[in-house]
């Protein structure tokens, strides 16, 4: 059964886990203190509790489907606004911005199909169109379990205007069936089973790229860090953010173990995030992570229009 306490735990869990991370982006693993909670600085110098570009353009994703419904050119262009405009964004500036996406949104001025826009080669693999996935689940998940490949292909499109390699998508379509599995309240173990029927029917419709394939198939089981990192690969991300999701005891432990595998802290917190909000609801978010997230009310903004307002 859809829970909306699990569709809002989606949203703000990408949230909490970006400005968890946010402060210790791009620091080696094992050369901080350990993150317990928001803190200032990072790269952007950020004030505690406010987001990065994950959470902007998740609210720029979620924002389009409210407004256009299915469109992927107005996807882009909401993107550009935060790109341009610093629309979506925390502090009305645009910061954080990935290689891969600046290039396809530059892309995208020049040529105006989004479809097109996102740079289809292996090497453009980042993890940046996992990181603002949550609002296709949230809003299509209805489509579970009967109509998953129309879920899976609304998940694929969404990362096409920025991420448009083989490994993005793939990530994309199990990221998104695994998210709305949880917000059905199916069981984690069930969910991230090698053996899921639901991701059975998924890989008969199209099989998945040999490495989200590993991922799917348990890879986070057995690995451990240094194996295990916090990259901004799409395919170390999303295999990270599963270790430290799987066998956490609530969210607050999944996403600190996420965001203190170091390196892209903010996304590795970001797609744990999703996860653990998924999983345990926003009842599951320790109430002073929500109460100091930055700019709540963009946040509530995006989820009344993806259908999960507040009361
Ligand atoms: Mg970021």
């Known amino acids: 059964m859809i829970s909306k306490d699990r569709q809002r735990g989606t949203l703000i869990g990408l949230a909490v886990g970006d400005a968890l991370g946010a402060p210790v982006e791009f620091q080696p ?11 200032y600085g990072g790269p952007h110098g950020l004030e505690p509790g406010e987001w990065t570009d994950d959470t902007s353009l998740a609210l720029a994703l979620a924002d389009s489907i409210a407004q256009a419904g299915w ?17 979506y964004s925390v502090n009305g ?9 600046r290039g396809a949104l530059m892309q995208f001025e020049n040529n105006g199909d989004a ?30 379990p009967d109509r998953l490949e129309e879920l899976a292909t609304l998940a694929a499109e969404s990362s096409l205007p ?30 991230l089973a090698p053996d899921w029927e639901p991701l059975e029917r998924l890989k008969q419709a199209a099989p998945l790229h040999p490495e989200i394939e590993q991922v799917a198939a348990g890879s986070f089981r057995e690995r451990q860090p240094p194996e295990i990192q916090g990259s901004g690969y799409v395919v170390q991300s999303l295999e990270a953010a599963l270790w430290a999701f799987h066998d956490a005891a ?15 802290t903010d996304t590795t917190g970001a797609v744990c995030g999703q996860l653990a909000g998924a999983c345990w609801g926003e009842s599951g978010i320790p109430a002073e992570w929500r109460e100091q997230l930055a700019q709540r ?7 009344t229009g993806l259908g999960v307002p507040l009361s």
Not at 93 to 101: A, L, P, S
């Open 93 to 101: 500036r645009c910061f954080d911005i990935g290689i891969t996406t």
């Open 297 to 303: 009310e963009m946040i509530e903004s995006a989820l």
């Open 250 to 264: 609530d969210l607050r432990e999944a996403v600190l173990k996420a965001v203190n595998l170091g390196d892209d």
């Open 115 to 144: 479809r097109t826009s996102g740079d289809p080669s292996e090497y453009a693999s980042g993890n940046g169109s996992i990181m603002r996935l949550a609002p296709v689940p949230i809003r299509y998940a209805d489509l579970f």
């Open 162 to 191: 920025t991420h448009a390699s083989p490994p993005c998508l793939s990530a994309c379509r199990y990221f998104a069936v695994v998210l709305t599995g949880l917000i059905h309240g199916r069981d984690r173990s069930e969910v």
């Open 29 to 39: 693993p094992d050369s901080f203190p350990p993150v317990t909670g928001y803190n």
């Open 71 to 87: 469109d992927l050119n107005d996807q882009a262009r909401r993107y550009l606004a935060w790109y341009h405009q610093g629309q």
